[in-house]
């Protein structure tokens, strides 16, 4: 018999939620990004829907609570934050002083990821520094017009690696962790990087913030400011002082703040929680 229902993205916490209602079991819905109602807003009112039959949500940023209680009608007592967890890459712990710097991206190539404007900012530092390379991982719709952006003389500098399954490792030969997306929930991809002790420049949207601390662990820039992350980069290209200890950084916030422990503590009290209220009613 089941207890309790969790579902994860939109369309699977719409469909638990009429089900748990007509199970008449409680309903946890995890929230992973704001794009989904951005993109289409009259998805909000079924999440308002389910919310009166009973779910309850998790979001998986204080960003990404604030859009869904403060903007779109969802109560603050029914909707938690719970982060994202990432265990710690061990195997690149330190950010290494070697003569080539690589910078990566790592993500789905689709257009709200930006990954065109990394691209276009790598090729003017690329003028600059002989000794710098691109590492791109993921897939996507953008990978063909991404390629074909990427200028002849500098083919042999930008690395478009595809999708790949050892992410973790190949983060182990990176110096320096980019995102540059226009929207984010909580990116597992800045998650896994800073777990590597990667420092990380990334855009200051959604719940970047929560991830990388400007000055600290990496550097928040503007989403519209393409010169800001090409001068965010240079001072990490040329200090590696700062690389390093930036790297620490990224892993001791990755260690406080997102890991496994935390995440598994804060569901079950929830869950519990949740149990606890069904068998209160049912007395």
Do not use: W
């Amino acid at each position: 018999m089941i207890a309790l229902l969790h579902s994860h993205l939109f369309g699977p916490i719409v469909g638990g939620g009429l089900a748990a209602f007509l199970a008449r079991i409680p309903h946890l819905g995890t929230l992973h990004d704001i794009y989904m109602v951005e993109e289409k807003p009259l998805r909000i009112r079924l999440l308002q829907l389910v919310e009166r039959l009973g779910t309850r949500f998790v979001a998986v940023s204080k960003n990404m609570r604030d859009f869904y209680t403060q903007h779109h009608g969802i109560s603050k007592l029914k909707c938690a934050t719970i982060y994202n967890y990432c265990e710690l890459n061990t195997c690149a712990s330190n950010v290494k002083c070697a003569p080539n710097i690589k910078l990566f991206v790592v993500g789905r190539l689709i257009k709200l990821k930006r990954v065109d404007r990394v691209i276009s900012v790598f090729c003017g530092l690329a003028k600059e520094y002989s000794n710098i390379e691109l590492v791109i991982v993921g897939e996507g719709e953008e990978a063909v017009p991404l390629k074909q952006q990427v200028p002849k003389n500098l083919e042999h500098r930008i690395s478009f690696l595809g999708r790949r399954e050892d992410v973790a490792r190949l983060l182990c030969s990176a110096d320096i962790f980019i995102q540059f997306s226009e929207t984010e929930g909580l990116s597992m991809s800045i998650l896994e990087a800073i777990a590597a002790g990667l420092p990380a420049v990334v855009s200051d949207v959604g719940g970047n913030s929560e991830l990388v601390v400007d000055d600290v662990n990496g550097f928040l820039v503007p989403a519209d400011n393409d010169g800001e992350l090409g001068e965010k980069l240079a001072i990490l290209i040329n200090d590696c002082d700062l690389r390093e200890r930036m790297g620490r950084c990224s892993q001791a916030v990755a260690a406080e703040k997102f890991s496994k422990e935390t995440f598994v503590e804060q569901y079950f009290s929830l869950y519990n929680l949740l149990l606890s209220s069904k068998n209160a009613q049912v007395n």
